[in-house]
């Protein structure tokens, strides 16, 4: 594989080490950024996050990393909340989001244990992301909110009611799992992203 300009989001509100070790582990060396030009200019995006909604949306506006991620080019991979603050509006913090999804993020009934944390089977798995992955696969997740299956969903999951598990529109990727901690599998999807 040609080497790559990868370039992870640093906004404060990242698990930005652990998708960094991910990719080493990958043969891939990322740099970790918030400036507007080295963002612009790489060629594959990682957007993760970690947290509160209206928190991490208020970082992302004092760096004016709101107005930037949306004019984006390249692929851009969303994970955990850098999925949920893609959508149009989260009920977290009754925070407006990024809008690249025209879907909402909603809280999970307290029907079961809230957050939702550990391993959880993905399917109805669709897109360049998930090539080569099987049905089925485990996935490991940690989040007190979800996007509902829509028409952008490329996986899906249940934990009390079944819910995207991924999306895609045009170049904007997203992973409500966290890819840097589902073993071979997040691998194997970290470098199909990385093959885009």
Same mark, same amino acid.
């Given at each position: 594989?040609?080497?790559?300009?990868? $370039?992870?989001?640093?906004?404060?509100?990242?698990? $930005?080490?652990?998708?960094?070790?991910?990719?080493?582990?990958?043969?891939?060396?990322?740099?970790? !950024?918030?400036?507007?030009? *080295?963002?612009?200019?790489?060629?594959?995006?990682?957007?993760? &996050?970690?947290?509160?909604?209206?928190?991490?949306?208020?970082?992302?506006?004092?760096? &004016?990393?709101?107005?930037?991620?949306? =004019?984006?080019?390249?692929?851009?991979?969303?994970?955990?909340? &850098?999925?949920?603050?893609?959508?149009?509006?989260?009920?977290?913090?009754?925070?407006?989001?990024?809008?690249?999804?025209?879907? %909402?993020?909603?809280?999970?009934?307290?029907?079961?244990? $809230?957050?939702?944390?550990?391993?959880? =089977?993905?399917?109805?798995?669709?897109?360049?992301?998930?090539?080569?992955?099987? *049905?089925?696969?485990?996935?490991?997740?940690?989040?007190?909110?979800?996007?509902?299956? %829509?028409?952008?969903?490329?996986?899906?999951?249940?934990? #009390?009611? !079944?819910?995207?598990?991924?999306?895609?529109?045009?170049?904007?990727?997203?992973? =409500?799992?966290?890819?840097?901690? !589902?073993?071979?599998? &997040?691998?194997?999807?970290?470098?199909?992203? #990385?093959?885009?």
């Amino acid at each position: 594989m040609e080497k790559q300009n990868i $370039v992870i989001i640093d906004y404060e509100a990242g698990n $930005v080490q652990s998708v960094k070790y991910a990719l080493e582990r990958l043969g891939v060396n990322a740099e970790i !950024s918030n400036c507007e030009k *080295t963002i612009r200019q790489a060629d594959k995006v990682i957007f993760p &996050g970690v947290g509160e909604a209206a928190w991490a949306m208020k970082k992302l506006k004092e760096t &004016g990393l709101d107005q930037l991620i949306p =004019q984006l080019k390249q692929p851009v991979l969303g994970i955990c909340l &850098g999925m949920q603050l893609m959508c149009a509006h989260s009920e977290e913090g009754n925070t407006k989001g990024l809008g690249l999804f025209p879907v %909402n993020t909603l809280k999970f009934p307290a029907e079961d244990k $809230v957050p939702h944390m550990g391993w959880n =089977q993905i399917r109805q798995l669709k897109g360049k992301l998930f090539e080569g992955i099987e *049905t089925e696969s485990y996935a490991y997740f940690v989040h007190s909110y979800y996007v509902p299956l %829509n028409e952008y969903a490329t996986a899906e999951t249940h934990y #009390i009611k !079944s819910f995207s598990a991924s999306l895609q529109k045009d170049n904007f990727y997203a992973c =409500q799992f966290h890819p840097e901690k !589902s073993g071979d599998i &997040g691998q194997a999807i970290l470098n199909n992203f #990385i093959k885009l």
